[in-house]
């Protein structure tokens, strides 16, 4: 994701390092002194805490793991601390080999998409956050972009090379850069006094069949009914998404919130509407260029009227290039404002900021989510009846 999302994609294509970028553009809207919405809740799901991703474009990781983490205590679980970067790092390492055997024609940068976390899962394990921090460059919080460059320097003088065959010692080089930047792999490690591998934990305390989860996204170019893998430089897993009309997406959100289930969410957050101080995301009818200063300070002050969302307009903004996949984030439930206008409770993970409403937290709209979503991933299980078995479950 651009920002920091297979089956579909949840921060860097071109756009991902952006990620910090972002999150200073979005955050600038200037937040209220008082609240002037009115939400009721409808459903507010179980999660763990919110967390920073800091100035790294994995977004997807922070997500996808946040996602997981409910999931397991959904299931009745322990509640888990899993380590994003050690998901980031096999994700760089198994982006690196892609990289290279298609001479460098795949987008090699910070993001990823949200099911990169089953795809570490079933092919290494996972570790704790105790374990495996990933910090081990000087500084209190994610900071990837020399780390990146770095990386990117060796896969690219490996595919640039002028003659001669490939060597086996970039391999090498790759990994001595990941272990003095995020810290040496960990083989084994101790988790309440128990001594674990990444595989003996994830099958432990994780413990999940990977294949219970479904992406959905809903795309004209394809198919309704089909599976593909959308069009975004993250999906570097080419992982597919099965396709569905937007009404039959924003009920599998409202049937899985409904039953319990939160949704890993990947969407676009390079809007004017989605403002971080105010705590809101919003698809006002009005376009913005039309607006006053005052009708653009109305829109995050209280209810007004949104956009109508057609599968045309959102198709045309996809192919436009106006919806990209740009973050990654958590549904973990919905609110309702004084006018009866639904909003979704959303995890971010650009830390604990306050807004309005709730810290680390934003409430986006539902003329938003179905404007601006690229994929939504969930248990099959929350999947309406006749999604779930269109879809093959």
């Known amino acids: ?17 952006a990620q910090v970028d972002l999150i200073n553009k979005v955050s600038g809207n200037g937040a209220r002194d008082s609240k002037t919405f009115q939400f009721t809740t409808v459903y507010d799901l179980e999660a763990t805490p919110v967390k920073d991703q800091g100035r790294s474009g994995t977004c ?9 983490e409910s999931e397991l205590l959904r299931m009745g679980k322990p509640a888990v601390d899993l380590s994003e970067m050690y998901t980031v790092r096999k994700v760089y390492q198994d982006k690196a080999e892609k990289y290279v055997r298609l001479h460098g024609a795949l987008n090699f940068a910070q993001g990823g998409a949200c099911p990169d976390l089953f795809y570490v899962i079933d092919r290494y394990g996972a570790v704790p956050q105790s374990a495996y921090a990933g910090l081990n460059y000087g500084t209190e919080g994610n900071d990837h972009d020399e780390l990146e460059a770095a990386l990117k320097g060796i896969v690219d003088a490996v595919v640039n090379k002028n003659s001669g065959t490939v060597t086996t010692a970039w391999h090498k080089g790759f990994t001595g850069y990941l272990d003095a930047y995020l810290g040496a792999e960990p083989a084994t490690f101790t988790y309440e006094g128990k001594t674990y591998t990444p595989r003996s934990f994830a099958d432990k305390f994780v413990g999940i069949n990977t294949k219970d989860y479904v992406q959905l996204t809903s795309f004209t170019h394809h198919p309704f009914g089909s599976w593909f893998a959308i069009e975004v430089p993250d999906n570097w897993t080419w992982g597919t998404s099965y396709n569905v009309p937007l009404d039959d997406m924003m009920a599998a959100i409202d049937h899985a919130l409904a039953n319990g289930f939160t949704i890993a969410w990947a969407t676009d957050v390079s809007e004017k509407g989605f403002s971080l101080n105010n705590g809101v995301a919003v698809w006002p009818a009005q376009k913005w260029s039309d607006m ?23 198709q045309a903004a996809f192919d436009n290039y106006e919806t990209q996949d740009d973050h990654g984030m958590q549904i973990v439930g919905k609110v309702k404002d004084q006018s009866g206008a639904a909003y979704y409770i959303v995890k971010n993970s650009w830390g604990p900021r306050k807004n309005s409403y709730r810290e680390g937290y934003i409430y986006a709209s539902e003329a938003f989510v179905r404007a601006k979503t690229i994929s939504i991933m969930l248990h099959k299980d929350g999947l309406p009846k006749a999604t779930k078995k269109a879809a093959g479950f």
């Open 292 to 314: 006053s200063a005052e009708e653009k300070t109305a829109v995050f002050t209280g209810p007004h009227e949104e956009a109508v969302v057609t599968q045309a307009s959102r």
């Open 1 to 17: 994701m651009k920002n920091h999302l297979f089956f579909g994609a949840m921060l860097a294509s071109a756009g991902l390092f």
């Open 60 to 68: 997807w990781s922070y997500s996808a793991t946040g996602f997981l």
